[in-house]
């Protein structure tokens, strides 16, 4: 059975950082391309980063030079380092792993 667990979502003030963490379990994660994707309130779900088992990463135009996606396959763990936030990085913030979605975690940039 694939379950995903979430955290490290929260309200942070401009400029803040937030860590976000992504547990697996059910699933071979060493040999797996994963990815965070992320919806703002009223808006279609996007792509913000994603890393290949070889730990090729991508990463929107809009967070680059801020977010960092790594993993830990000893841990089972994926994780997103988000550095310099802006109000317009507000949204929940999901993981994906093998067509499996984490079920999210909030994040609110704000004053």
């Known amino acids: 059975q694939v379950r995903m667990v979430e955290s490290g979502g929260g309200l942070v003030q401009p400029g803040g950082s937030l860590r976000l963490s992504c547990a697996a379990s059910?699933?071979?994660?060493?040999?797996?391309?994963m990815a965070w994707y992320r919806q703002a309130p009223g808006k279609q779900r996007e792509l913000v980063a994603t890393i290949t088992r070889g730990d090729s990463t991508y990463y929107t135009d809009s967070v680059k030079g801020r977010f960092t996606i790594s993993r830990d396959n000893a841990k089972n763990t994926l994780f997103l380092q988000m550095n310099s936030l802006k109000p317009e990085d507000t949204a929940v913030y999901f993981c994906?792993?093998?067509?499996?979605w984490g079920q999210g975690t909030q994040v609110t940039v704000s004053e």
């Open positions: 059910g699933i071979i994660f060493r040999d797996s391309a």
């Open positions: 994906l792993i093998l067509g499996n």
